[in-house]
């Protein structure tokens, strides 16, 4: 379904491409961490997830604890909602380093996600997995491992040491958390219609590597399919969850806006990244291509519980 907004600050849905939507502009009505503007019958959106949710690094900190930014996807569709009306009530409470356990415990001095649904909630998006297989320290090792063998595949070796893949385990027993997950946002909020937003490309799709990212050449095809599997098993759970769940590609839109392109035409950061961004993170561009993924979803008509 294709939804136009004839203002100056407006989003223009249409079919996936890899062109990013524009941003709301700064005189549109902004949202804080919890924001209740309801004009009349307008529906609670929560946002859940960690910090390719919260907006990690961009500017317009909400949050510091949490890395929770106005740049982030979330904040851009609860923008759209203000200029699309009617407005929604909108509950940030994505968090960066949040794992699955998060959405059930307290992370810090934050209460677990959980505690932000409602019966009344209308709407939710959640981006949660890649920190229970561990993406950032993942990275870390792979960084320190390839001086070893640069031609190589020093670190898809060290997690397959012992005839088993160590990531596609960890992405095997994260999907069994996010079933249970996506099990208690329908419990909590029976009536929302609730979109798992995937992760977007952080390496190229082709596989092949690049010297600007510290990698062995052959871990890139190693590291591009660990981020396929997580999605894939985020996609499989949001199908299980049956009627008023949909799953929000992320991953295509961006292929060819990964962290070894460009700058100026890079979605994903690098291991070195910009100002006010983070190293593997989406940028403002990249956080504005998932909002656009997420909006399709929740404007694409499906049949509620």
Same mark, same amino acid.
């Not at 249970?180 to 992760?199: Q, T």
């Given at each position: 379904?294709?939804?136009?907004?004839?203002?100056?600050?407006?989003?223009?849905?249409?079919?996936?491409?890899?062109?990013?939507?524009?941003?709301?502009?700064?005189?549109?009505?902004t949202?804080?961490?919890?924001?209740?503007?309801?004009?009349?019958?307008?529906?609670?959106?929560v946002?859940?997830?960690?910090?390719?949710?919260?907006?990690?690094?961009?500017?317009?900190?909400?949050?510091? *604890?949490?890395?929770? &930014?106005?740049?982030?996807?979330?904040? +851009?569709?609860? %923008?759209?909602? !203000?200029?699309? $009306?009617?407005? /929604?009530?909108?509950?940030?409470?994505?968090?960066?380093?949040?794992?699955?356990?998060?959405?059930?415990?307290?992370?810090?001095?934050?209460?677990?996600?959980?505690?932000?649904?409602?019966?009344?909630?209308?709407?939710?998006?959640?981006?949660?997995?890649?920190?229970?297989?561990?993406?950032?320290?993942?990275?870390?090792?792979?960084?320190?491992?390839?001086?070893?063998?640069?031609?190589?595949?020093?670190? *898809?070796?060290y997690? &397959?040491?012992?005839?088993?893949?160590? +990531?596609?385990e %960890?992405?095997? !027993?994260?999907? $069994?958390?996010? /079933?249970?997950?996506?099990?208690?946002?329908?419990?909590?909020?029976?009536?929302?219609?609730?979109?798992?937003?995937?992760?977007?490309?952080?390496?190229?799709d082709?596989?092949?590597?690049?010297?600007?990212?510290?990698?062995?050449?052959?871990?890139?095809?190693?590291?591009?399919?660990?981020?396929?599997?997580?999605n894939?098993?985020?996609?499989?759970?949001?199908?299980?969850?049956?009627?008023?769940?949909?799953?929000?590609?992320?991953?295509?839109?961006?292929?060819?806006?990964?962290?070894?392109?460009?700058?100026?035409?890079?979605w994903?950061?690098?291991?070195?990244?910009?100002?006010?961004?983070?190293?593997?993170?989406?940028?403002?561009?990249?956080?504005?291509?998932?909002?656009?993924?997420?909006?399709?979803?929740?404007?694409?008509?499906?049949?509620?519980?």
């Open positions: 379904m294709a939804v136009v907004v004839t203002s100056a600050a407006a989003f223009t849905l249409s079919a996936p491409t890899a062109t990013p939507i524009s941003t709301v502009s700064a005189s549109t009505s949202f804080a961490e919890t924001s209740v503007v309801s004009t009349g019958g307008g529906s609670p959106y946002a859940l997830g960690d910090s390719y949710a919260s907006g990690a690094g961009l500017g317009g900190v909400k949050d510091a *604890e949490c890395d929770r &930014t106005s740049g982030s996807y979330p904040s +851009l569709i609860a %923008r759209f909602f !203000a200029v699309a $009306g009617p407005r /929604h009530a909108f509950k940030d409470v994505t968090c960066s380093g949040a794992t699955t356990r998060d959405f059930w415990n307290a992370r810090g001095s934050k209460s677990p996600q959980i505690d932000a649904l409602t019966a009344d909630t209308r709407l939710v998006t959640l981006t949660l997995g890649g920190n229970d297989v561990g993406f950032s320290s993942v990275l870390a090792t792979c960084a320190r491992l390839a001086p070893s063998d640069r031609d190589g595949s020093p670190c *898809e070796r997690f &397959t040491a012992d005839g088993k893949d160590v +990531l596609e %960890r992405v095997t !027993a994260m999907e $069994g958390r996010v /079933h249970d997950v996506l099990a208690d946002i329908r419990r909590r909020s029976p009536h929302a219609k609730v979109i798992v937003v995937g992760y977007p490309a952080l390496f190229p082709d596989g092949v590597a690049c010297p600007e990212v510290p990698f062995a050449k052959g871990d890139f095809a190693y590291l591009r399919d660990t981020t396929k599997k997580a894939r098993a985020l996609a499989r759970q949001a199908m299980a969850a049956g009627a008023g769940t949909s799953f929000a590609d992320t991953y295509t839109p961006t292929i060819g806006h990964d962290m070894c392109q460009p700058r100026d035409e890079r994903i950061e690098s291991l070195s990244p910009a100002v006010n961004t983070t190293a593997a993170h989406p940028n403002s561009l990249g956080q504005s291509v998932m909002a656009g993924s997420a909006l399709r979803q929740i404007y694409k008509p499906f049949r509620m519980p």
